[in-house]
């Protein structure tokens, strides 16, 4: 039985990837794989099908410039912390 927490939590990869303006191949039926695509900023695949696999770095390696252009119109307050914190700090200092 696959973990709820597996579909629905975000990895580190996703903010690392964004911040290092990096393309993901993702898991299908995610959270994470929603994020990817709604930004454009990677591909979702079935994880035990190699062919969809080797299509993403295909299409990826092909368009690489693309996917680069697509992480850097994300908003950075989605993968920093920064504003997060600044709210923290008024709330509780």
Known sequence: ???????????NKLYEALYFKKPLIVSKDTYLAE?????????????????????????????????????????ENEYLGDYDYAQYIKLFV
Do not use: D, H, W
Request: glycine fraction near 4%.
């Open 35 to 75: 994020r990817v695509e709604n930004y454009g900023i990677g591909i979702a695949v079935e994880s035990n099908n190699m062919q969809q696999i080797f299509n993403a770095i295909k299409t990826i390696s092909s368009n690489y410039e693309s996917y680069v252009k697509k992480l850097k119109q994300v908003n």
């Open 1 to 11: 039985m696959e973990s709820l927490n597996n579909k629905l939590a975000l990895p």
